[in-house]
Nanobody, 116 residues
Framework: QVQLVESGGGLVQPGGSLRLSCAAS????????MDWYRQAPGKEREYVAS???????NYADSVKGRFTISGDFARNTLFLQMNNLKPEDTAVYYC??????????WGQGTQVTVSS
């Protein structure tokens, strides 16, 4: 059983910053990729960013230049540095991990609210 636990969410003013973390535990095959997704109220879950074991990073257009993904695959941890936050970034943020045999795992999410 693999568990992913996100942390670091909260309430922040527009223009502010937050750093999300995701830690994995349990019977882990090596992860080959880790992602961040988010889901705003009344909307579908959407891709935010990803990082592969080899260091390739990708971002959704809506967060490019503001968010930075990083990860430590030896420790099975994932981070998302979010700067210049906007009200439209308000959502529950989820961590996702994909192992080398393509099993997918999701965390329970952490709430990010951007509001003045």
């Amino acid at each position: 059983q693999v568990q992913l636990v996100e942390s670091g969410g909260g309430l922040v003013q527009p223009g502010g910053s937050l750093r999300l973390s995701c830690a994995a535990s349990g019977s882990i095959f090596s992860f080959r990729r880790m992602d961040w997704y988010r889901q705003a109220p009344g909307k579908e879950r959407e891709y935010v960013a990803s990082i592969t074991r080899t260091g390739t990073m990708n971002y959704a257009d809506s967060v490019k230049g503001r968010f930075t993904i990083s990860g430590d695959f030896a420790r099975n941890t994932l981070f998302l540095q979010m700067n210049n936050l906007k009200p439209e970034d308000t959502a529950v943020y989820y961590c996702k991990a994909i192992n080398i045999i393509s099993d997918n795992y999701w965390g329970q999410g952490t709430q990010v609210t951007v509001s003045s």
